[in-house]
């Protein structure tokens, strides 16, 4: 069935570095996509989302680049900070009416 | 502009209990979904909602789990018959449009099952 998934199920990193969380996706049909940050205790919080028209989108400190070719989303995160540390989920957004499917989450941890 | 709101935050539950677990979307959200977690693991869905409409219930179980969305008041998601494989975090997600947009979670309820 299709699936999306992630390269690394943990990453650690030194703060102040930047940090790239990958995911893989496996639908082609998938047209928009959606980083989530989900803190211990949490429900996911809402990121930057991508839409397939496009390859990269910016916010603050954060960066998604979107590989249409390899089916391939990444986040970018500048500057690490200790509260950047959380788990992180790729979802996408098949076409039609359907609900967004969730990878199994990277989990960053910040190294002070 | 109050988030997602679930309650309650924390449940639980005798085997063979009911629960019920309620999800007030986002100001003019109709799009409501709702999601189980296991510890360490993703987000599985489980039911797609509009007001007074299941859109999509193909990752609810058959069987003791149910859910809605009245025209007033919050989507509901009932478990009868609770057993422990039911203890989970659930989330529920709101959007204004169906697909293609953003969606967003409130902080969960999290079942424990005795």
């Known amino acids: 069935g299709e699936s999306v998934g992630l390269h690394l199920p943990t990453l650690s990193v030194q703060e102040g570095d930047n940090s790239i969380i990958n995911c893989a996706y496996s639908?082609?049909?998938?047209?928009?996509f959606i980083w989530y940050k989900q803190e211990s205790g949490k429900g996911p919080q809402f990121i930057i989302d991508i839409r397939s028209n496009m390859d990269k989108r910016q916010g603050q400190r954060v960066t998604v680049l979107l590989n249409k070719t390899v089916k391939h989303l990444s986040l970018q995160i500048a500057a690490t900070q200790p509260g950047d540390s959380a788990v992180y989920f790729c979802a996408e957004n098949p076409s039609g009416n359907t609900p967004l499917v969730f990878g199994k989450g990277t989990r960053l941890s910040v190294i002070a | 502009n109050a988030g997602v709101m679930q309650n309650p935050r924390h449940l639980v539950r005798r085997r063979g209990q009911e629960a019920r677990l309620r999800c007030s979307p986002m100001?003019?959200?109709?799009?409501v979904y709702w999601y189980r977690q296991l510890p360490e693991e993703g987000l599985k869905f489980m039911v797609y909602l509009q007001k007074e409409n299941i859109i999509d219930e193909s990752g609810m179980p058959k069987e003791r789990f149910s859910a809605e969305f009245p025209k007033e008041g919050p989507s509901i998601l009932r478990i009868q018959q609770v057993v422990r494989g039911d203890s989970a975090a659930y989330f529920c997600a709101s959007a204004r449009q169906g697909t293609n947009t953003e969606a967003f979670f409130g902080q969960g309820t999290r079942l424990t099952v005795v």
């Open positions: 639908n082609s049909a998938s047209d928009y």
């Open positions: 100001k003019g959200h109709s799009h």
